[in-house]
């Protein structure tokens, strides 16, 4: 288990799915442009292509951010690397194509910056997901282990997938909602963090989180006054869509 005080490598502030307001979430584009603003940490999304291709992708469906139809985790690498995932947000990054988590990991490392990777499965492909996302991220950062990348997911089935694949990683539990045992659960998977909708944080939370031996984390901060709230708590990670609104070193 997690204990208190254990060190912490993370940056506070995290850019959602790069820049992902800004650029064509969870791109190249998009981890470029946070790291312009100054940002040293990104969250990213990543599932499971049909032939085992750990890739970028927040929606089960390709249809919102692509210029392809259905669902994702059922085409190979080949053809969803063929895909325009650009044009949806702007003339700008037309052609824009989606991104492995390989090519992720190089820009990361090659700017020394850290990533907290959403696990995000396929419905049914919950632990096979978390195996294989795990097992990508310990054979791509074993020669940078010291920015190890953070493992998060709403479901504890990927959680326990990485879990067992690679147990040295540190993993987080999301929430949206706090579900009766949340914190049983985020202990018995030795979770590092909790990372929740920035509403739930309040000080028992707060307080619950750390007695556990748990860092805390916030999403999708966008506005002043959510994160003037959540700095006062003393939160670890602070998650936001807005790197043009909040300088990173503040």
């Not at 995290?14 to 470029?32: I, Q």
Request: net charge negative; proline share 6%.
């Amino acid at each position: 288990m997690t204990q208190p005080g254990a060190p912490w490598p993370y940056p506070r502030w995290v850019a959602h799915r790069g820049a992902g307001r800004l650029a064509p979430e969870n791109t190249l584009a998009a981890f470029r442009l946070g790291a312009a603003h100054g940002y040293r940490m990104y969250e990213c999304d990543a599932k499971l292509s049909a032939d085992g291709v750990v890739f970028l992708l927040h929606d089960t469906t390709l249809e919102r951010t692509t210029n392809g139809t259905g669902v994702a985790g059922h085409l190979a690498w080949s053809a969803l690397s063929q895909l325009d995932a650009g044009s949806w947000h702007s003339r700008a990054y037309a052609g824009e194509p989606l991104a492995t988590l390989e090519a992720v990991a190089c820009h990361c490392q090659a700017q020394g910056h850290w990533l907290n990777i959403e696990i995000k499965p396929t419905p049914g492909a919950e632990l096979d997901t978390g195996r294989a996302v795990a097992s990508a991220a310990a054979r791509l950062w074993q020669a940078d282990a010291a920015r190890a990348p953070l493992l998060t997911s709403f479901q504890p089935d990927a959680l326990a997938g990485a879990l067992e694949t690679a147990p040295h990683l540190p993993r987080g539990l999301l929430l949206d909602t706090l579900w009766n045992g949340w914190l049983d659960t985020a202990r018995s998977l030795d979770c590092a963090a909790v990372v929740c909708n920035h509403a739930l944080w309040d000080a028992t939370t707060v307080a619950q989180a750390r007695g556990a031996g748990l860092r805390t984390l916030a999403y999708t901060v966008n506005d002043e006054w959510a994160a003037q709230r959540l700095l006062g708590f003393g939160l670890d990670g602070i998650i936001t869509d807005r790197v043009d609104l909040f300088p990173p070193g503040r």
